[in-house]
């Protein structure tokens, strides 16, 4: 009833002959929980096994085999009501910062809050009211063109590796995010400001290739992206090879990740994952931001307290060396995963390893345990325990679908979490 009601009222924004020609739905998921996280507070979150959302799609059929279709996305937090999901935990990443002897603590400590504000939005910093996806596009006999915010090719393969499917504290993501954690993406979830190409065959043999120029990527930074990605989905097996390659401001190659991977279900008991992502950036798009945040934020306060010309440049320089060195990424990660379908449920269980090739091998390894009881089609009640094993500087810390896990309390300590959740999808 809610749901016609709501129709209707769209309705009214259209023209009454465009609307009756064109299929609209509504539809989201809601999805909150409670995470308990060592080294950080007991939490009600919004998205657990997948983001809280509102969406609008629809389609028209334009006859011979072509059809225009939208899709628009919102993200919801539950807990808030708000677009801006936060770190699960306000814990500092030290990794950003280090090596950059000389400069004063009291400045450190200004850029720790300047780069990772307590509290502040770890997703969506831009507000956009349909962060999740914006898209028009026209389906046609040969393939479908789609223009907007979209999936990147390399992270639908991602996305289909995952045994926890890029939700709850198991997700594999919660380790490839690099070292320096949120703050240095491993890879490009999203792409805006980009067109596509995608095809499905019969066979079960698809393809996408997506480019985007200048204001492209996840953060819109790049100068241009470049993306593709080769699919099978028959048979029991959904896999794929997917990549990722974008540019910075100055047109120099950045984050680039290759992902290969997916599933197989033998019958409808087990279904396996396995997956492999590389990822690699020598010029992160972040540069500028960091760049800058000093300027603005260190600058004038060294300029109040007198502190010579020379010196300021001196710091900038030190500041500016250590940070290019730190958004820097070179890593290779793998998983393999089951689910076991029991009754009404399902059991999930993932191990995921991440080589960092940087100089201070800082690997992670993440072990995580789930069952998720399905209470009808559309709701299910799930909990998942997960282990993070950090080495070196490393301080990744389990997460959510929807909240970054933030960092552990000190370089090299384990992360671990357990959560209890509930999704409905609508």
Same mark, same amino acid.
């Given at each position: 009833?809610?749901?016609?009601?709501?129709?209707?009222?769209?309705?009214?924004?259209?023209?009454?002959? !465009?609307?009756?020609?064109?299929?609209?739905?509504?539809?989201?998921? !809601?999805?909150?929980?409670?995470?308990?996280?060592?080294?950080?507070?007991?939490?009600?979150?919004?998205?657990?096994?997948?983001?809280?959302? #509102?969406?609008?799609?629809?389609?028209?059929?334009?006859?011979?085999?072509?059809?225009?279709? &939208?899709?628009?996305?919102?993200?919801?937090?539950?807990?808030?009501?708000?677009?801006?999901?936060?770190?699960?935990?306000?814990?500092?990443?030290?990794?950003?910062?280090?090596?950059?002897?000389? =400069?004063?603590?009291? #400045?450190?400590?200004?850029?720790?809050?300047?780069?990772?504000?307590?509290?502040?939005?770890?997703?969506?910093?831009?507000?956009?009211?349909?962060?999740?996806?914006?898209?028009?596009?026209?389906?046609?006999?040969?393939?479908?063109?789609?223009?907007?915010?979209?999936?990147?090719?390399?992270?639908?393969?991602? $996305?289909?590796?995952?045994?926890?499917?890029?939700?709850?504290?198991?997700?594999?993501?919660?380790?490839?995010?690099?070292?320096?954690? &949120?703050?240095?993406?491993?890879?490009?979830?999203?792409?805006?400001?980009? #067109?596509?190409?995608?095809?499905?065959?019969?066979?079960?043999?698809?393809? /996408?290739?997506?480019?985007?120029?200048?204001?492209?990527?996840?953060?819109?930074?790049?100068?241009?992206?470049?993306?593709?990605?080769?699919?099978?989905?028959?048979?029991? &097996?959904?896999?794929?090879?997917?990549? $990722?390659?974008?540019?910075?401001?100055?047109?120099?190659?950045?984050?680039?990740?290759?992902?290969?991977?997916?599933?197989?279900?033998?019958?409808?008991?087990?279904?396996?994952?396995?997956?492999?992502? /590389?990822?690699?950036?020598?010029?992160?798009?972040?540069?500028?931001?960091?760049? $800058?945040?000093?300027?603005?934020?260190?600058?004038?306060?060294?300029?109040?307290?007198?502190?010579?010309?020379?010196?300021?440049?001196?710091?900038?320089? =030190?500041?500016?060396?250590?940070?290019?060195?730190?958004?820097?990424?070179?890593?290779?990660?793998?998983?393999?995963?089951?689910?076991?379908?029991?009754?009404?449920?399902? =059991?999930?269980?993932?191990?995921?390893?991440?080589?960092?090739?940087?100089?201070?091998?800082?690997?992670?390894?993440?072990?995580?345990?789930?069952?998720?009881?399905?209470?009808?089609?559309?709701?299910?009640?799930?909990?998942?325990?997960?282990? =993070?094993?950090?080495?070196?500087?490393?301080?990744?810390?389990?997460?959510?679908?929807?909240?970054?896990?933030?960092?552990?309390?000190?370089?090299?300590?384990?992360?671990?979490?357990?959560?209890?959740?509930?999704?409905?999808?609508?």
């Amino acid at each position: 009833m809610k749901k016609s009601i709501l129709a209707a009222l769209i309705g009214t924004c259209f023209a009454t002959s !465009a609307f009756a020609q064109t299929s609209v739905q509504i539809y989201g998921i !809601a999805d909150a929980g409670v995470m308990w996280q060592k080294g950080g507070p007991t939490k009600i979150y919004s998205g657990g096994a997948d983001g809280s959302r #509102i969406g609008f799609k629809g389609t028209e059929d334009l006859g011979n085999g072509y059809k225009a279709i &939208f899709n628009l996305e919102a993200r919801v937090e539950l807990d808030t009501g708000t677009q801006q999901p936060t770190l699960m935990n306000d814990n500092p990443g030290t990794y950003l910062l280090r090596g950059m002897n000389g =400069i004063p603590p009291a #400045i450190l400590s200004n850029l720790q809050n300047l780069i990772q504000p307590p509290g502040g939005p770890a997703v969506n910093q831009e507000r956009a009211l349909f962060d999740r996806t914006a898209m028009v596009g026209l389906i046609t006999p040969v393939g479908a063109i789609l223009l907007g915010r979209m999936y990147t090719p390399g992270y639908e393969v991602f $996305n289909k590796a995952d045994t926890f499917e890029s939700g709850t504290g198991g997700t594999w993501g919660h380790v490839t995010g690099g070292t320096a954690g &949120f703050t240095a993406l491993g890879a490009d979830i999203r792409s805006q400001e980009a #067109i596509q190409y995608r095809i499905a065959l019969p066979n079960g043999i698809g393809a /996408s290739v997506m480019y985007g120029p200048k204001g492209s990527g996840y953060l819109g930074r790049y100068n241009k992206f470049r993306a593709g990605a080769v699919t099978y989905t028959a048979n029991g &097996f959904d896999v794929g090879i997917g990549y $990722n390659h974008g540019y910075d401001q100055l047109n120099r190659p950045s984050l680039r990740t290759t992902t290969v991977g997916g599933s197989y279900a033998p019958n409808d008991t087990w279904k396996f994952f396995a997956g492999f992502h /590389s990822q690699r950036n020598s010029n992160s798009v972040l540069i500028a931001d960091y760049t $800058n945040g000093w300027d603005a934020g260190v600058v004038p306060a060294l300029t109040a307290q007198g502190v010579p010309a020379a010196n300021r440049t001196a710091l900038r320089n =030190i500041f500016l060396n250590a940070i290019r060195n730190n958004t820097r990424q070179d890593a290779n990660s793998y998983q393999a995963g089951v689910h076991y379908k029991i009754g009404s449920g399902r =059991i999930m269980a993932q191990y995921a390893h991440q080589n960092d090739r940087t100089e201070t091998n800082s690997d992670a390894n993440l072990y995580a345990l789930g069952y998720d009881h399905f209470l009808s089609k559309r709701t299910d009640l799930y909990t998942v325990v997960s282990f =993070i094993k950090n080495d070196g500087l490393a301080q990744y810390s389990p997460g959510t679908s929807g909240n970054p896990g933030g960092f552990t309390k000190s370089p090299g300590e384990d992360g671990r979490a357990l959560q209890i959740g509930i999704r409905h999808r609508f």
